[in-house]
Structure formats: C-alpha cells, structure tokens
C-alpha cells in the first residue's frame, strides 16, 4: 500500500483539481426573476463561487508537484490541500443549502444593470441550484481526504531520486575494480604468462624448461 501512497495522492488531488475546473464551467444555479417574463438566468460555477477556478487550478498544480518532492514539501502540500479543501467545502456547501442572493448577484447585474445585493435581492422569485454544487462539495471532500493521506503516508514514501539512477551508478570505481582483482589473486591467465617468462629466462641461461 505504501508503494502506491504517492501515485494515489498524485491521482486523487489533480482528479480534484480537474474536476474543480470543469464544474466552474457548469450551470450552479439558475434564478427566475420579477418580470413580466419570469424569465430564467443561468449562473455558471465560476460566477456563484469567483474563487473556483483559481482554487481549483491551484489543486491540479499542487498534485502535479506532487510527485517529485522531497519529504518536508509533502507535508506543506497536504496541508495545503486539506486547508483548500475545507475553504472550497464551505463555500460551495452554503450555496448547496442556502442558495445566497450573493451567488447570482453578479449574473443579475450584468443582465438588468441593477447592483447592490439588496435591489438584487427585490427582483429574484426564486433560486434553485442544478446538481454541481452537490457534486463539487464531495470533490472538495475527497481533496480533503486526500491531504489527509499525503500527511498520513508521506514519510513512507520511496525517493524520487532512485528511480533516476543510470546503469553507471552501480559500475564500480576503476580503484574499487583495481582493488577487487588484487584481493581475489592471480586469475589463470596471469599464471600462464608467468611461466613462459620463467621458461623464456631458463632456456636464456642455457637451461631445458621441459626437464
């Protein structure tokens, strides 16, 4: 399990990091006001919650960086994750259960003109919120988790470093090779060599080597 810490942590945060981004392109809410018309506005994600997409683009990179830090940056990182988490959880679960007049004040304004979330306030019949606040407010819940597994495994974690090591590293040193050979003594063909000098000088000195 530990050997698969890091590549779930990695998983799970840049998960939540994508799918925070998405939702910020999705319809939140959408609120019918006092007109004539009763006609509906959709107010995209990242106009019910301005700090969603930064957030969640935060998220990816933190995952992304994830992977190749050393052990004290794991532990700022999964704290980090779980400090976000919890920001984004709150936020996103007031607008789940109370659907705020400030979510969709912005997309009122730009369609009327009229600001001030009082006067906002005065021309909306009604807000109801589409199935991606609840979906985002479990991701933030799982980013939570997630911090609280890197916090939770990081010392475990293998070093980045070893899966980079060349075949050189594990060569041995020309000293250290020296070194070898002149503890494991003469190899066969040495002592070859060094009886043909031996029979070379006796046949010099006038001597028979095959006697």
């Known amino acids: 399990m530990i050997r698969r ?105 730009e369609s009327t003109g009229i600001a001030g979330e009082s006067s906002v306030a005065k021309l909306v019949a009604s807000i109801d919120a589409t199935a991606w606040p609840a979906v985002t407010l479990v991701v933030w819940i799982a980013l939570i988790a997630a911090g609280g597994f890197v916090l939770a495994t990081a010392h475990g974690w293998s070093r980045t470093g070893r899966r980079y090591r060349t075949d050189d590293d594990s060569q041995p040193s020309p000293a250290a090779a020296s070194r070898s050979r002149a503890e494991d003594g003469p190899r066969p063909h040495d002592a070859a060599g060094s009886r043909a000098i031996d029979d070379w000088d006796d046949l010099s000195r006038g001597g028979d080597p095959t006697a």
Do not use: K
């Open 5 to 109: 810490a890091r590549l779930l942590a990695v998983a799970a945060m840049v998960l939540c990091g994508a799918l925070g981004v998405i939702s910020s392109t999705q319809t939140w809410l959408t609120v019918v006001l006092q007109d004539g018309a009763r006609h509906a506005l959709e107010v995209p994600g990242a106009s019910a919650l301005p700090v969603l997409a930064p957030l969640s683009l935060a998220v990816l990179a933190l995952g992304a960086a994830l992977s190749i830090v050393g052990l004290v940056l794991r532990y700022v990182f999964g704290a980090l994750a779980v400090l976000i988490g919890g920001i984004l959880a709150w936020l996103t679960a007031r607008i789940v259960f109370e659907h705020p007049v400030s979510a969709v004040a912005s997309v009122v304004t």
